[in-house]
């Protein structure tokens, strides 16, 4: 089995908001700063209070479907490319920079797709969750930073595989010795026991590999094995080393890891929404 990147999965469709791509270029270096533009992330950038936002707005934070988060960002200014102070941007994420980019790049036939890992280049000397692209530049797969507060920190357009691990290799440094679990954080002063340590860096591992089967799920759902819990049992561990051998570009071996029960993403999710901070179940 292949899996067509370049084609939209049900997350990365834009729906009724195609037409409002269409004149986007098609070139991967050109559409990271319109889509750099597009988000204000929700703690990354300050208090959206503070920068103008209602708090009736704070529920775009957990818009899951480009189609959605286009159409609201169409309502705030119905120019996609024009310059946007904060209330016209859509509140989000990383996770949500990076399904606007690879739906855009997918709208123009370029293969892309989300990877979910642990970046080392917003805070020095921590390892914190996020989300990135990986684009075919026709020869490779490159990392590319969709937002631009790392600009002179990593080559945005090719982040260094050291300095964004994606959930295998972050799991596979860490069960290795050879980088500090603790490290791996939401935030370093988030204090949220379960957003931080070796069951964190497992969690990863699941969702990453949904991203690589073109579930680009928001950052805060648990399906399958992954839970709240700050503990992994030696068979769980044991099943995360088993899925962090395998091989990313195996497409095949990344749809057969996909269906089995653990990691398959079912109709009803739950979510955990920093806006509520509740556990809910979520259909999809």
Not at 31 to 48: A, Q, S, T
Not at 107 to 126: K, L, T
Not at 238 to 245: H, K
Request: proline residues 7%; aromatic residues 8%; contains cysteine.
């Amino acid at each position: 089995m292949t899996i067509d990147y370049a084609t939209q999965s049900q997350f990365s469709d834009p729906g009724r908001h195609a037409d409002w791509l269409d004149g986007t270029p098609a070139d991967f270096a050109a559409l990271r700063p319109i889509v750099d533009g597009l988000v204000f992330h929700f703690w990354g950038n300050g208090n959206p209070a503070d920068h103008g936002f209602e708090a009736a707005r704070l529920p775009e934070i957990d818009l899951r479907y480009a189609e959605a988060i286009l159409g609201r960002l169409r309502e705030l200014n119905p120019v996609l490319e024009a310059p946007r102070p904060p209330t016209e941007k859509v509140l989000g994420c990383c996770r949500d920079f990076t399904l606007l980019y690879v739906t855009m790049l997918r709208h123009h036939g370029i293969p892309a797709r989300a990877r979910v890992g642990f970046g080392d280049y917003m805070i020095p000397g921590w390892r914190m969750d996020h989300v990135v692209a990986e684009v075919w530049d026709g020869a490779r797969w490159r990392l590319v930073e969709t937002q631009s507060f790392a600009d002179e920190i990593v080559d945005p357009l090719d982040v260094p595989r050291d300095r964004f691990l994606v959930g295998r290799d972050a799991w596979r440094a860490v069960r290795s010795g050879g980088l500090d679990p603790d490290t791996f954080v939401v935030s370093p002063d988030l204090d949220a026991p379960h957003l931080r340590g070796l069951a964190f860096v497992r969690d990863h591992i699941a969702l990453d590999i949904a991203a690589l089967n073109k579930h680009e799920m928001v950052l805060w759902d648990i399906w399958g094995s992954m839970s709240l819990e700050t503990t992994v049992s030696a068979a769980d561990a044991a099943r995360a080393d088993e899925l962090a051998a395998l091989d990313p570009d195996d497409t095949a071996a990344m749809a057969r890891a996909f269906a089995a029960d653990d990691l398959r993403v079912p109709p009803v999710i739950r979510s955990i929404s920093p806006t509520t901070g509740v556990l809910a179940n979520v259909p999809l």
